[in-house]
């Protein structure tokens, strides 16, 4: 569904509340010379309220709501439990509908849970025959550290110790010690390829099986760390804006401790219905009004999200970095600014990615663009190419993939995701630079260089950048916009 088409659905009398509760009173006493008649019954005003802070809700929960959609579908359609390393034994193809993830790795997901066993130990190998990039996050997504060459261990590998809040028995050495204010979370590792041989898969495969988890209580003789294998399941985590949004949201709220930043949004949710120890049970007319909130929140993040594309990353092209710099200092720097706390912000960036790394642009970089050079929407049904400039600035490998522009996942029922630096039989052009095509049909000869495209449903495509080089940073070096083909 279009935004436009979103914006039109949103209800009359919640748009009309809205304003007036963000103009305040005065602006209807400018525009009247009498105060509005309230209805007898004083329904509507109620039925505003309850919708717009449904709406806050949903801005405020979706970091925490985005993770925990991805371990329901861990729970639900894999074998893999809290505690253990759910992976991808294969690149990731369309059936991973995660939020923008990245097909040219290996994935690994730990999700953690120091409730049930009290501390927990993330082991990360050595660098030696393979890389580990990722970051371990608590419930909100907040990142705790980085791992691998570009984090803490600095590729020395190293043991991550994640204490329960309130934790207060003793703490070994030996270990990077963090206390989540989170019982939850998870670490999204990815195992880098060293090309896109079947030979180096199998060893980033084989590399990323060496990673372990196990309770601190066992760390004198740790068990084996149980693998489960996803790949070729049907993983969805796509954000529902409906009522399963709330059901989520609730459980959320339900299992874990309330953040002192987040105290103020408890009167909230009693509003809308969710409050903690109390069951999460909208009657009919609540279950319309937060399902119409739903339905507007995701028109405003979608508006909000086409905005990040007003101050380009270079100058004069449609290319952006996916969110602003003071969002990223603060989830870096634990929310650093007192008189600061981005929700609009980061409920934004969680509606269209997982995962926040701690050290921004040491492991890899990001960039996104969902129009063509002529500033037109990029549609499934037509032909684009992008030429990547030669000498791109990366010590490891960069890769372009195509989302679909309304989900923020993988196009649907399709035979790539991506094409990479890495990908076997990329065609390069004479000068080292690549021609990258889009459509729903390849160009003759081009099929690897190919990404395919729904030809119902606009797409958005970012690039990423692993092991990013300075001439990214200092703009030397400038990768043109996506043109479309007649």
Same mark, same amino acid.
């Given at each position: ?87 991808? #034994? ?45 970051? =371990? ?23 991550? $110790? ?25 670490? $999204? ?134 969110? #602003? ?100 039989? =990329? ?5 080292? #630079? ?41 703009? #030397? ?10």
């Amino acid at each position: 569904m279009k935004r436009r088409e979103l914006l039109q659905m949103l209800p009359a009398a919640g748009l009309v509340a809205a304003t007036g509760a963000l103009l305040g009173p005065a602006a209807h006493a400018s525009a009247t010379s009498s105060p509005a008649p309230r209805p007898d019954n004083g329904l509507l005003p109620e039925l505003d309220k309850l919708q717009w802070r449904g709406i806050e809700a949903l801005t405020w929960g979706m970091p925490a709501v985005n993770l925990e959609l991805m371990r329901q579908a861990m729970l639900k359609v894999t074998q893999g439990r809290t505690n253990l390393m759910l992976y991808w #034994s294969q690149l990731l193809d369309w059936k991973c509908q995660t939020l923008t993830p990245n097909s040219d790795v290996i994935y690994i997901k730990p999700f953690f849970d120091t409730r049930e066993v009290g501390p927990i130990v993330v082991e990360v190998p050595p660098a030696d025959d393979g890389v580990i990039n990722g970051t =371990l996050m608590d419930a909100w997504q907040s990142p705790l550290e980085d791992v691998g060459p570009a984090g803490l261990d600095a590729g020395a590998g190293g043991r991550y $110790l994640l204490l329960p809040p309130g934790y207060d028995g003793a703490v070994p050495s030996g270990y990077y010690v963090f206390r989540p204010a989170t019982f939850s979370g998870y670490g $999204l590792f990815r195992s880098i390829l060293r090309s896109g041989s079947a030979a180096d898969l199998a060893k980033a495969v084989e590399y990323a099986r060496r990673l372990k988890i196990y309770p601190l209580s066992a760390a004198g003789n740790p068990p084996p760390t149980t693998f489960v294998d996803t790949q070729g399941t049907l993983f969805d985590s796509t954000i529902p804006y409906d009522l399963r949004f709330y059901e989520h949201l609730d459980r959320v709220v339900q299992k874990e401790p309330w953040l002192q930043r987040d105290r103020a949004m408890i009167d909230t949710l009693r509003t809308i219905g969710i409050e903690k120890g109390k069951p999460f049970a909208p009657d009919g007319a609540q279950r319309q009004v937060l399902e119409a909130a739903a339905v507007r929140g995701h028109a405003l993040l979608d508006d909000q999200f086409e905005r990040l594309f007003d101050t380009p990353y270079w100058p004069d092209t449609r290319w952006a970095f996916p969110a #602003s710099q003071d969002l990223a200092l603060e989830l870096t720097q634990d929310f650093p600014d007192p008189n600061r706390y981005a929700r609009d912000e980061r409920g934004l960036l969680f509606s269209y990615v997982f995962f926040a790394p701690r050290r921004l642009g040491r492991g890899q970089f990001w960039l996104m663009s969902h129009q063509d050079s002529t500033g037109a929407a990029l549609e499934g049904g037509q032909s684009y190419r992008l030429r990547v400039p030669p000498n791109a600035p990366v010590r490891q490998y960069w890769s372009m993939t195509a989302y679909d522009r309304m989900t923020h996942a993988f196009v649907r029922e399709v035979s790539a995701t991506s094409r990479s630096s890495q990908t076997p039989g =990329l065609r390069k052009n004479r000068d080292g #630079s690549v021609d990258l095509w889009m459509g729903p049909t390849a160009p003759k000869g081009w099929e690897r260089n190919w990404l395919p495209t729904d030809s119902n449903r606009r797409f958005e495509l970012m690039a990423r950048f692993y092991g990013p080089e300075p001439a990214l940073f200092d703009f #030397s070096w400038k990768m043109p916009d996506i043109e479309r083909m007649a």
